[in-house]
T-cell receptor, first 115, second 114 residues
């Protein structure tokens, strides 16, 4: 089944403890992206990757790191999490970066709480 | 910073009613997408509009892209409880022409009561 998977789905952690949220897609997609969703603020793009080894900042990259060493995986790294990073995180992928009608497929989400 | 303003923020209607959701910006977008998100799940793409003035229909849903490519609307005819969810518009800025930096509106939360 074609899908985007994220792990973990739920995570409660403490301030300053490094964590990684994994994202993997099995559709051979070039483009992958991370978003956070907060009440009243909607979905905001954190980082995106047009291809392997190519990443770029979205609208809210502060406090996050990403890497794209292989096509299928795009982990999100929080080196020193803070409470303001408590949020619902979504990973997404699409076949190509750009072009009309390019469907973006979203993962199921990771709910992160930083105490 | 480019923004997409969605209205209304919340909408509660009875089954069978019609409704329209708006997505507006002062910026030009190369394409605009509409997603629907249900609780506990990620957004799912409904449609992409690309050409100014374009109208697309998906069963009871009609999507329109403004002539100037700055706004879009979603019209639902004879709403059903299954239409309940969060509707999001998302635009690809004109300068890039790609989904590299996709901008989302804050969403319209629709509730259709039987």
């Amino acid at each position: 089944e074609a899908q985007v998977t994220q792990n973990p789905r739920y995570l409660i952690t403490v301030t300053g403890k490094k964590l990684t949220v994994t994202c993997s897609q099995n559709m051979n997609h070039e483009y992958m992206s991370w978003y956070r969703q907060d009440p009243g603020l909607g979905l905001r793009q954190i980082y995106y990757s047009m291809n392997v080894e190519v990443t770029d900042k979205g609208d809210v990259p502060e406090g996050y790191k990403v890497s794209r060493k292989e096509k299928r995986n795009f982990p999100l790294i929080l080196e020193s999490p803070s409470p303001n990073q408590t949020s619902l995180y979504f990973c997404a992928s699409s076949l190509l970066a750009g072009g009309p009608g390019d469907t973006q497929y979203f993962g199921p989400g990771t709910r992160l709480t930083v105490l | 910073t480019q923004l997409l303003e969605q209205s209304p923020q919340f909408l509660s209607i009875q089954e069978g009613e019609n409704l329209t959701v708006y997505c507006n910006s002062s910026s030009v977008f190369s394409s605009l997408q509409w997603y629907r998100q249900e609780p506990g799940e990620g957004p799912v793409l409904l449609v992409t509009v690309v050409t100014g003035g374009e109208v697309k229909k998906l069963k009871r849903l009609t999507f329109q892209f403004g002539d100037a490519r700055k706004d879009s609307s979603l019209h639902i005819t004879a709403a059903q409880p299954g239409d309940t969810g969060l509707y999001l518009c998302a635009g690809a800025p004109w300068y890039g022409g790609s989904q590299g930096n996709l901008i989302f509106g804050k969403g319209t939360k629709l509730s259709v009561k039987p």
